[in-house]
């Protein structure tokens, strides 16, 4: 079970990046914040479908839970309008690792103090091994990124 959620998880992190080129081309073309209007209202009715067709009932719902867990869906805003602007400028390859090594970062803090009701893992060398290993991948495909000159056809 551990090894196919990491592949989904791998899976998941695939199609951010098709997301990713895919709404920073629209976003250029017909705005940053119309192509983020529809990833929003896209993603509403498949997930309202998705609940209607296969959600169980919860004893608890989105009215009973503590207030600051709804905030979280806030923070898909930033990341899409974010990724729209960003993938225009700098590519799909640095703006896909910049925002892995962002998540990787938080993740760490929030591992290391429990943070949002998480258990506490802590903070050790491989960890901090892994984020400047990603660091130095963001430096070095960030140093390579020459876009290749468009054909004319």
Same mark, same amino acid.
């Given at each position: 079970?551990?090894?196919?959620? #990491?592949?989904?998880?791998?899976?998941?992190?695939?199609?951010?990046?098709?997301?990713?080129?895919?709404? !920073? *081309?629209? @976003?250029?073309?017909? @705005? %940053?914040?119309?192509?983020?209007?529809?990833?929003?209202?896209?993603?509403?009715?498949?997930?309202?479908?998705? #609940?209607?067709?296969?959600?169980?009932?919860?004893? %608890?719902?989105?009215?009973?839970?503590?207030?600051?867990?709804?905030? !979280?869906?806030?923070? @898909?805003? =930033?990341?899409?309008?974010?990724?729209?602007?960003?993938?225009? *400028?700098?590519?799909?390859? %640095?703006?896909?690792?910049?925002?892995?090594? !962002?998540?990787?970062?938080?993740?760490?803090?929030?591992?290391?103090?429990?943070?949002?009701?998480?258990?506490?893992?802590?903070?050790? !060398?491989? *960890?901090?091994?892994?984020?400047?290993?990603?660091?130095?991948?963001?430096?070095?495909?960030?140093?390579?990124?020459? =876009?290749? =000159?468009?054909?004319?056809?």
């Amino acid at each position: 079970m551990l090894i196919l959620m #990491i592949v989904l998880a791998i899976i998941g992190g695939a199609t951010l990046s098709v997301q990713a080129a895919l709404n !920073g *081309r629209l @976003g250029s073309n017909v @705005g %940053v914040f119309k192509s983020a209007f529809l990833t929003f209202s896209v993603g509403a009715v498949v997930t309202a479908l998705l #609940i209607f067709f296969f959600e169980p009932n919860h004893a %608890v719902t989105l009215m009973d839970v503590p207030k600051w867990q709804l905030l !979280g869906a806030l923070c @898909g805003v =930033p990341y899409i309008v974010i990724m729209v602007v960003a993938v225009q *400028r700098i590519g799909t390859a %640095v703006a896909t690792v910049a925002v892995i090594f !962002g998540q990787l970062s938080m993740s760490v803090l929030i591992d290391n103090f429990g943070w949002l009701g998480n258990n506490a893992i802590s903070l050790s !060398g491989s *960890r901090i091994s892994a984020l400047v290993c990603l660091a130095i991948a963001l430096y070095f495909i960030y140093s390579s990124n020459k =876009p290749k =000159p468009k054909e004319v056809s």
